[in-house]
Structure formats: C-alpha cells, structure tokens
C-alpha cells in the first residue's frame, strides 16, 4: 500500500487542527467587523457636532452731563465788574461686553441631494 500514488487519509489530529483555525480567523474577522463599525458610528457622531460660534461685541455706556454757573460780581459803585463762569463736568462712562453664541449645523452636501 505504500506504493499507492493518492497522499494519506488525513489523521484525526489534521482534522483539528483546520476547525481551530476555521474558528480562529472567522472570530477574527467578526471582531474587526464590529471594531470597524464602532470607529464608523463614533466618527459620524463626532462629524455631526453643530460649530459654535461666540460673537463678543464691547458696547460703552456714557452718560456726560455739563453744570455751567454763572457768578456776577458788582464793583463798589454797582456797575458790573466781572461775570465768572464756572463749568462742571459729569462724566460716567461704562463698559459692558455682550456675548453671542451661534450653533451652526453642519449641513453635507449629500443631504442636500436628498432633501430635494
């Protein structure tokens, strides 16, 4: 029988050895199948992320009020000898900053398509 030009029944022990690696590489490929999935759900839920835009405007109150006094002095004889005017100034000034922020979608192009 040694003459026979077929190879060998394969042994049990070859049978086992291909079901391991059947297993092997078929839980391989499920595992980069749901590790590809999740990186594709996490980056489309990153991309989705609406843009903020914060728009700081500086706005100055200023309040500017004037006294003016008007002081007649009479000489010895009653004539008038001097008018002195004094200006009060009255200035208040304040500052606010106002703040504004945005959400901005972001809108894709394939979207769009769809849309109409």
Request: hydrophobic share 40%; glycine share 4%; with cysteine.
């Amino acid at each position: 029988m040694d003459n026979f030009p077929f190879p060998p029944p394969p042994s049990s022990s070859d049978h086992s050895y291909t079901i391991v690696i059947f297993v092997f590489s078929t839980l391989g490929c499920i595992l980069l199948g749901l590790a590809m999935l999740a990186f594709y759900s996490w980056f489309s839920k990153n991309k989705k992320k609406s843009t903020v835009i914060v728009e700081e405007k500086e706005v100055k109150h200023i309040d500017d009020h004037l006294k003016i006094k008007e002081a007649i002095v009479e000489g010895p004889h009653g004539k008038l000898e001097t008018v002195v005017l004094s200006v009060e100034e009255d200035l208040h000034e304040k500052d606010d900053i106002v703040r504004t922020k945005k959400e901005l979608e972001e809108v894709h192009h394939h979207n769009l398509l769809h849309a109409k």
